[in-house]
């Protein structure tokens, strides 16, 4: 996968990675946890929060949460620690070399990666790995934004200064920063028959003022703490005074008891047959 990560692994990143769950970010994948002893593969697991809930409905099975940050890996070995799930086991490693780490194909009841194939220069080739290691009758689970589709209230104007940055700053990088609305179409490039795909929309929704703290406080503070502001800077994007207009946008939106801010994502179940 990408060393080089947009955001970076900042606290103002982590905030938002350590506040996900299985239940609001693979929503789509829950149905299809139909047995205690499931064998999972989790790519790019980050801090491990969605990682150990998904072991937790899978208790009599095994969850092996993959990613390429060292330091990532050990938060998420401590948060499986502090909940006392001991059927997941976090490693270092790469979507693209995955029998590196003695894995073996068709082995895993559920692939599952959210939020990865944006960031990453070859989706497909990521995709194409993941149902390599997934057993027949198993599944592909994968989410991903599309963040041409976010939406907020009210027209804070700024804040499409925000929303036009990151997409520039994002596709520079090599990603997709709309990958969630082709993630099917990737899936049947990767082998998938269309008959075996399962495409859904996910949401999140914040609105009040907790929600508003939440979403548009780490925002706030990435735009000029984590890596974006590195990568938008250097990359000759934006000039660094200009990003504390932006800073001012998420916190008029937190501010405003009518604000509100949405977050559409594509999600496929891929059924490899």
């Not at 938002?16 to 299809?32: D, G, I, K, Q, Y």
């Not at 086991?89 to 070399?97: A, I, K, L």
């Amino acid at each position: 996968m990408s060393q080089t990560y947009i955001h970076g692994h900042h606290p103002s990143v982590l905030r938002s990675h350590t506040w996900r769950t299985a239940e609001n970010s693979c929503p789509h994948l829950l149905p299809h946890l139909n047995s205690r002893s499931l064998r999972i593969l989790d790519i790019g697991c980050g801090p491990g929060t969605i990682t150990v809930d998904l072991a937790a409905r899978v208790p009599e099975g095994h969850v092996l949460g993959v990613d390429t940050s060292a330091d990532v890996v050990a938060k998420a070995q401590a948060h499986a620690k502090e909940k006392g799930i001991k059927n997941v086991e976090f490693v270092v490693g790469d979507v693209y070399n995955l029998a590196a780490l003695g894995l073996h194909e068709s082995s895993f009841d559920v692939v599952h990666a959210h939020q990865v194939l944006q960031h990453i220069p070859d989706p497909l080739g990521a995709m194409r790995e993941m149902r390599r290691f997934a057993k027949i009758g198993g599944v592909v689970a994968v989410r991903d934004v599309s963040f041409e589709a976010c939406q907020w209230y009210p027209d804070v104007p700024v804040m499409r200064k925000w929303l036009d940055l990151y997409l520039q700053v994002a596709k520079g990088m090599g990603g997709d920063p709309n990958m969630g609305k082709s993630l099917h179409a990737v899936a049947m490039k990767a082998g998938f028959e269309r008959k075996d795909i399962e495409t859904s929309v996910g949401t999140w929704c914040f609105s009040t003022p907790e929600e508003r703290a939440f979403w548009c406080g780490l925002w706030a503070d990435r735009t000029v703490q984590s890596d974006f502001k590195k990568n938008a800077v250097t990359g000759g994007y934006v000039r660094e005074e200009e990003l504390t207009d932006i800073v001012e946008g998420w916190r008029e939106l937190e501010r405003r008891e009518d604000g509100w801010f949405s977050v559409v994502h594509g999600q496929v179940i891929c059924w490899k047959r």
